[in-house]
């Protein structure tokens, strides 16, 4: 069983909907949880920066991090084709540790 | 936040050959890494680039393919030894300012081998 399960998707949605991305984590030491935007042939982005539990929010999207259920989601609220990437979860046990990304989840969204 | 430029962004070798991909952050950082990343994949960390000292390497990876310098800060390379087919990926530069857990990452070096 991997560390960090993300759903590979492709998940494909019409433009304006609300998005979900979740991943799943196994190591209750993790503590600090990001979300990376990838477009296709570029490096990832950082998109959001949580620590612990609780929401986040930056203009469409909003993070959530679950610890008790070790569970985190990326919302993206209105979403336009230019969300179309590849979205990496990733997370840390602090900053000293390594990061353990998810594999991935590819977003379509249609016009 | 740091800005990573990473050169070059592809390129075409021939096996047996080597390449040196190179990193520069425009910001002194911490901790600077190296990934490999196959297409539709996720990142696999190759090592940690210690300034003044060896990289560590993870699980799989060794220093002779993989030799990395870290001579200052702000730059790091990797060379990528000997190659073959199977080293056709994407090598991806990231690094993490001081006191940060976040990481940033260059736009990737595209190899392919033939």
């Known amino acids: 069983q991997k560390e960090v399960e993300q759903d590979p998707g492709p998940l494909s949605v019409p433009e304006g909907a609300i998005v979900s991305l979740n991943c799943t984590y196994s190591?209750?030491?993790?503590?600090?949880f990001m979300w990376y935007r990838q477009y296709s042939r570029k490096g990832p982005e950082l998109l959001m920066y949580t620590y612990s539990s609780g929401n986040k929010e930056d203009g469409r999207f909003t993070a959530q991090v679950d610890k008790s259920s070790k569970y985190i989601s990326l919302f993206i609220r209105d979403s336009q084709p230019s969300d179309s990437a590849t979205y990496l979860c990733a997370m840390s046990g602090g900053a000293g540790n390594m990061l353990t990304f998810g594999g991935g989840t590819r977003l379509m969204v249609k016009p | 936040s740091a800005v990573i430029s990473q050169k070059p962004s592809r390129d075409i070798c021939q096996r047996g050959t080597s390449l040196t991909i190179q990193c520069q952050v425009d910001?002194?950082?911490?901790?600077m890494f190296w990934y490999r990343q196959q297409p539709g994949q996720s990142l696999t960390l190759i090592a940690t680039a210690n300034q003044g000292s060896e990289a560590t390497y993870e699980s799989g990876f060794v220093i002779d393919k993989f030799p990395i310098s870290r001579p200052n800060l702000t730059f790091s390379t990797l060379t990528v030894s000997n190659m073959s087919p199977e080293d056709s990926s994407i090598y991806l530069c990231?690094?993490?300012?001081?006191?940060?857990?976040?990481?940033?990452f260059g736009q990737g070096t595209r190899l392919t081998v033939v």
């Open positions: 990231s690094a993490r300012v001081p006191q940060n857990t976040e990481a940033f």
């Open positions: 190591n209750s030491a993790f503590q600090y």
């Open positions: 910001s002194q950082v911490t901790m």
